[in-house]
Structure formats: structure tokens, C-alpha cells
């Protein structure tokens, strides 16, 4: 069992930045592959960026290049940097985490969930 726990969200101007940061709780963080999902009203949840348990990492096409995942397994915690923010990256965002997994992104394939961050960008 895993628990996740998103910090960081706020509100930042656009071309602003942020960084989030998911904790998780367990021994064996290390195996699992996480995903950031972000949801906005009205909309879908979306794919973000996924990064696995060996360290590669894959992005959607809307935050490559201005979105870095990261992790920290020492720390049981993987970061999301958001740089040059935009309106339209509002949403809450959700980590989420599957077992001894490659990359993969869509939601239906993560088991683990954590109670979502909101990132307002004004513009």
C-alpha cells in the first residue's frame, strides 16, 4: 500500500513557476513508476508527465520542454518543475503511482492516488 500526498500548488502568474512535489509513504517507492494527472473544471483528467522506476521519464505534448519530473527515492518523493506557466496549465494536479510498471498514462493503469494540488495561472 502507498499513500501520496501532492504540496507545492498556488497561484503564480503567467510565465511564472512552480514546483510539486508528491510524497509517498512505504519502503519500496523505488519500484514504482508515478504519473502527474491534471484535471480542470469541465475537463478531463490529462496526462501530464510519468516518470518510471529506472529514471526514464516521458511528458505530454502541451508541458515538453517547459515541465522537468523528477525524483528523489531517498526522499520517497517525486517533483514536478512547471516553468513558463500558462493560463491554461490551471488545473488541480494529482500524482499517482503503479507497482513495477514501465511508463504508461493513462489513469486507468495507476492504483495509487493522491488528494490533488491546485495550480491557478493568472493571466
Known amino acids: 500500500q502507498v499513500q501520496l500526498v501532492e504540496s507545492g500548488g498556488g497561484l503564480v502568474q503567467t510565465g511564472g513557476s512552480l514546483r510539486l512535489s508528491c510524497a509517498a509513504s512505504?519502503?519500496?517507492?523505488?519500484?514504482?513508476?508515478v504519473g502527474w494527472f491534471r484535471q480542470a473544471p469541465g475537463k478531463e483528467r490529462e496526462f501530464v508527465a510519468a516518470?518510471?522506476?529506472?529514471?526514464?521519464?516521458y511528458y505530454a505534448d502541451s508541458v515538453k520542454g517547459r515541465f522537468t519530473i523528477s525524483r528523489d527515492n531517498a526522499k520517497n518523493t517525486v517533483y514536478l518543475q512547471m516553468n513558463s506557466l500558462k493560463p491554461e496549465d490551471t488545473a488541480v494536479y494529482y500524482c499517482?503511482?503503479?507497482?513495477?510498471?514501465?511508463?504508461?498514462?493513462?489513469?486507468?493503469?495507476?492504483?495509487?492516488w493522491g488528494q490533488g494540488t491546485q495550480v491557478t495561472v493568472s493571466s
Open positions: 499517482a503511482a503503479v507497482r513495477n510498471s514501465e511508463i504508461v498514462t493513462m489513469s486507468h493503469e495507476y492504483d495509487y
Open positions: 512505504g519502503r519500496t517507492f523505488r519500484s514504482y513508476t
Open positions: 516518470i518510471s522506476w529506472s529514471g526514464g521519464n
